[in-house]
């Protein structure tokens, strides 16, 4: 039963960090999309994001930031922030 438990224990907490995860990251894109007006600003929120989110949602950040550019091509010299 304690076995038992303790396996449930971590599954939750896993589900719960793979949650946090996520508000984080559609956090981060909300913030992008708010500051894009401005690239040097833009730029400055994307450095802080990658400080903060993990190797995985980096990825994701990077394959939304060129879908996201496309139309904004003054924001394409941050993609560099993600690619170095």
Request: with cysteine; hydrophobic share 45%; aromatic share 16%.
């Amino acid at each position: 039963m304690v076995y038992f438990y303790s396996i449930q224990n971590h599954i939750n907490n896993l589900k719960f960090f793979f949650i946090m995860s996520k508000v984080m990251f559609d956090y981060t894109k909300s913030i992008l999309e708010r500051v894009s007006f401005d690239p040097i600003l833009f730029c400055k929120e994307l450095e802080k994001a990658i400080r903060t989110l993990l190797p995985y949602e980096i990825e994701q950040l990077r394959e939304w930031l060129f879908d996201f550019t496309v139309e904004k091509p003054e924001l394409k010299q941050c993609l560099l922030i993600v690619n170095s």
